[in-house]
């Protein structure tokens, strides 16, 4: 990439605002931050002062902080603040989006970030986000909400950490807090919606709906649920999943007061000569 040419020092300048310093390893800029934005890019960059935005093009990448967004385009959005200072308040990124910080990296086609609320919507036909433990992908969206530390990937979710694999229409992944009361970079909990699937190189589970810890392996899994080992098979509308041991329980679900009936199907070993 070029180095910084006159102009781009002038709009780093420019995009001096309000960001927060403490979102320094989050894949946002976040809002609060005195730290100037600095943008580089092979083709220019324009600035449209009567319709407030700057744009960057040709191996576009702005940088404030820990976090760097790169793209083939970018454009920021600004407004003046009370104080009469240039404000961002949205930055688009478009063609061969990536956003990276020490600990995670995020990919798409596209990708809009409202600034003071703190929302990135990432799209495109393959959407993936890598932290050092984790990978998410969809192939439709993933929302980044910085203020409740949470990810929505929509559209063939999949969520992957060793040899286990959490799918569904929709997966919500909601991150650690860290000593200093921001978002870590470990995803604490999965949620999963529709069509769930989880799987390790031994056990499928399948439901309606499940809850995932990445970190202790347990799963509770509910509605149509069927976990399979083999051609040995639970069938049931509760049951838990402990991934690390490897121990299957399909229970009555706590919600139907005991009314539910739980079924098993298992295979004998076939006998020799048989």
Known sequence: MKPAGPTALLTAMMLAGSFDPAVAQSLGFGSGND?????????????????????????????????????????????????????????????????????????????????????????GEQVQLDTQEDRIVAKESLEYYEQDRLAVARGDALAIREDRRVKADVLMAHFKEDAGGERASQIDRIEAVGGVVISTATDVAQATHGDYSPDTGLATLSGDVRITRGDNQLNGEYGEVDLNTGVSRMLNDPKSGGDGRVKGLFMPSARKGQ
């Open 35 to 123: 730290a100037p934005i600095q943008i580089e890019a092979d083709d220019g960059i324009e600035w449209q002062r009567q319709n407030k935005l700057y744009i960057a093009r040709g191996n576009a990448s702005a940088k404030q902080g820990g976090t760097t967004v790169e793209a083939d385009s970018l454009v920021a959005f600004y407004r003046e603040s009370a104080t009469g200072d240039n404000e961002i308040y949205r930055i688009d990124a478009d063609g061969n989006v990536r956003i990276y910080s020490e600990d995670e990296t995020a990919t798409a086609e596209k990708a809009v970030y409202d600034v003071f609320n703190g929302v990135l919507v990432l799209t």
